[in-house]
């Protein structure tokens, strides 16, 4: 409203050849600098948000790299039996019952 410009109708759907296509004659640097102004409102209120959260001590799912570099747990697979560090696999561990 402060520069004047303005498309002569309605940009449906909305995307920017739509805008484009409906800009008047010599109304193309109002236009595309709105476009441009706000484009960048938009990045920078997202990018305000987004970082409120790392603010707080708040870090991606990813694991600290001093936590990666100690941790001990096993995970590989195994060669196909089911033996715990003891060497006994599962039915071997429970003891057997009599049925009476």
């Known amino acids: ?3 004047g410009a303005g498309l002569v109708a309605t940009p449906s759907p909305g995307s ?3 805008y484009i296509a409906v800009t008047p004659k010599g109304g193309w640097f109002g236009v595309i600098a709105g476009i441009v102004v706000a484009t960048a409102v938009s990045f ?8 409120f959260g790392r603010a707080n001590g708040d870090q991606a799912d990813d694991p ?8 001990t747990t ?5 060669s196909g039996d089911d033996r715990d560090t003891t060497g006994e696999t599962a039915a071997e561990s429970v003891p057997a019952t009599k049925e009476a």
Do not use: K
């Not at 920078?44 to 970082?51: F, P």
């Not at 600290?64 to 941790?71: G, R």
């Not at 096993?74 to 195994?78: A, E, S």
């Open 1 to 3: 409203m402060v520069t």
């Open 16 to 18: 920017i050849f739509a």
């Open 44 to 51: 920078a209120v997202a990018a305000a948000l987004l970082g």
């Open 64 to 71: 600290a790299p001093d936590a990666i570099a100690n941790d």
């Open 74 to 78: 096993d995970t590989h697979i195994t």
